[in-house]
Each structure stands twice: as C-alpha cells, then as structure tokens.
C-alpha cells in the first residue's frame, strides 16, 4: 500500500494550492483520509480530516480557508487550500486508515509534499 501525495508549491500569501493524495496497491476498504502538516521547528498538526462518510473536521487554523474532499471510487483525497498565509509554509502529508488483506486495519502515511507561502 503507497500514498503518493502531489500538488505542493510556492506561492505568494493569498494564493491558492490543491493537493491530491492516491492510494495505490491492494487494498479492502479507505475508511478515512486526512492531512497533516509540519512547519520547521514545529510539531505535525492535523490539518483536515474526511471519513468513509463524507464528514469532515479542519484544524482551527485552516477552518474557513481549507476544504477536504475525496473521492471514494478512485481512492483519492485533496485539499483546496485558498487565502494561504505565510503560517501555512510546512510539509503537508496525507494519511489513510487502510484494511490491507493480510494486515490489520491501520493509518498509512504518504512522503509529504512542500508547500511554501511567501508574504
């Protein structure tokens, strides 16, 4: 199982960025996937999280500017990423809750993509 996340960048504060995330490789079912950020010196935040449902929960930091979103037939999840601020530089990763045959239920993390906001 792989999560390969893309759509990082740089670009200037009030822009916007989207990032994808796919799973890949043989898997039961996605039951939840999400994104996480790591800013230099900082500890990883949870950024959005979507479930099996469609139900979703954002940081307090991102609520308002960020959507998540996912598609369930493809196994992919995005976030739009508007009115971006210099605070929002960080590596973005995303992560699944994944059943894999012959593992048992747990979260996958992707590589992380860089995104970088410039005042």
């Known amino acids: 199982v792989q999560l390969q996340a893309s759509g990082g960048g740089s670009v200037q504060a009030g822009g916007s960025l989207r990032l994808s995330c796919v799973v890949s490789?043989?898997?039961?079912?996605?039951?939840?996937m999400g994104w996480y950020r790591q800013a230099p010196g900082k500890e990883r935040e949870l950024v959005a999280q979507?479930?099996?449902?469609?139900?979703?929960n954002y940081g307090d930091s991102v609520t308002g500017r960020f959507t998540i979103s996912s598609d369930n037939a493809d196994n992919t999840v995005y976030l739009q990423m508007n009115n971006l601020r210099p605070e929002d530089t960080g590596v973005y990763y995303c992560?699944?809750?994944?059943?894999?045959?012959?593992?048992?239920?747990?979260?996958?993390w992707g590589q992380g993509t860089q995104v970088t906001v410039s005042s």
């Open positions: 992560t699944a809750d994944i059943k894999a045959p012959g593992q048992p239920r747990h979260e996958y």
């Open positions: 979507i479930d099996s449902n469609s139900r979703t």
């Open positions: 490789g043989r898997i039961f079912s996605v039951n939840g």
